[in-house]
């Protein structure tokens, strides 16, 4: 009996560690976007343009799955027949609103482009982490995500907190140029822009299917309405400030979108099961994990490994645990 009693406790605390690797990986993959659409938005010289090709390029392996999957094409239209009728969805159906997540990670991609270049991945992290863990907190309070409001518990404060002291310990010996992170606020304004994203991509994907096709749904529309947003701003600084610089040869430049597509579809699925907080704070370690990688093996002229680096790290990983015991205990 204690056997049988005790294997729904397990499954679902299988479930919330699955979700907290889920979320390392998807930090991982937003460094190594970052990273792309920095470089990307460099050699064209302009940002726009380099996050209008990440998200398009994210688009069209989308539109290809859709017409591929009938599953996916399946639960865009439940999408869309609960958007319609949103009185007959499932807690309260969906709204116009909470589909339009995809504007907020034009906006995140936008700022990579056009500020990576200029105050690095480090001051980057920084500023859009401090807007993403403190709004999360919010997010989840007024139940924004599918796993509806979320109590403020003490070990969650602290957990926003301790992360927040991990990325500025990581990034302590860098922040020596006071005018560059005055352009920090534009990555601080996407960190909470991302918090919400992350909610209502959630619903969305709930909304169209239990399962994995939802999440890749809930993808195809961020990105449509991302890469739409893109354009309408492209065509505006096309025509105020010309063309861009040559698209570059090196085709790894451009995997930027691929690299979206994964992590906004994963994030969809996984913040069902660990919540919009503890997905950011996973995203956060996963963040400063893969720059440390990348420092050590793919080094830039002026990002070394230091102590701070090292150091902020591990007590991001300590954030994430200390904010991961209230959803381990409820499970």
């Known amino acids: 009996m204690t056997t049988t009693d005790s294997r729904p406790v397990r499954s679902a605390q299988q479930h919330q560690i699955i979700g907290l690797a889920a979320a390392f990986g998807i930090g991982m993959l937003v460094a190594i976007q970052s990273r792309l659409n920095g470089d990307l938005g460099n050699r064209l010289g302009d940002g726009i343009p380099a996050a209008l090709i990440s998200f398009g390029s994210g688009l069209v392996i989308l539109l290809v799955a859709a017409a591929v999957v009938p599953r996916i094409r399946q639960s865009l239209g439940n999408v869309w027949r609960t958007v319609r009728t949103p009185s007959t969805g499932a807690g309260g159906g969906l709204r116009w609103w909470q589909c339009i997540g995809g504007i907020a990670g034009a906006f995140l991609v936008a700022t990579q482009s ?15 982490v401090a807007g993403q863990a403190v709004s999360s907190l919010v997010v989840d309070r007024l139940g924004f995500g599918p796993a509806g409001p979320q109590p403020y518990t003490t070990l969650r404060v602290v957990g926003a907190i301790v992360a927040l002291l991990a990325v500025v310990l990581a990034v302590s010996d860098r922040l020596n140029h ?16 991302t918090a919400v994203q992350q909610a209502i991509n959630g619903r969305v994907a709930r909304t169209a299917s239990p399962d994995a096709y939802g999440a890749v ?4 529309i961020n990105f449509v309405v991302g890469t739409t947003a893109l354009l309408i701003v492209f065509l505006v600084d096309l025509a105020v400030r010309g063309t861009p610089n040559p698209l570059p040869s090196e085709p790894w430049l451009y995997l930027g979108g691929a690299c979206g597509v994964i992590f906004i579809s994963a994030a969809a699925s996984v913040v069902r099961v660990v919540g ?27 990002k070394d490994v230091t102590l701070p680096v090292v150091a902020g790290t591990l007590l991001a990983l300590v954030a994430v645990v200390v904010a991961a015991v209230p959803n381990l205990r409820r499970s």
Do not use: E, N, W
């Open 114 to 128: 056009i500020t990576v270049a200029v105050i690095g991945v480090a001051v980057f992290t920084v500023a859009v």
């Open 276 to 302: 919009v907080f503890v997905l950011g704070l996973g995203t956060i370690a996963g963040q400063l994990i893969a720059s440390l990688l990348l420092d050590l093996f793919l080094p830039a002229a002026d």
């Open 178 to 193: 006071p005018s560059g992170l005055l352009l920090a606020i534009l990555p601080a304004l996407a960190g909470v822009g």
């Open 217 to 220: 749904a809930a993808g195809v």
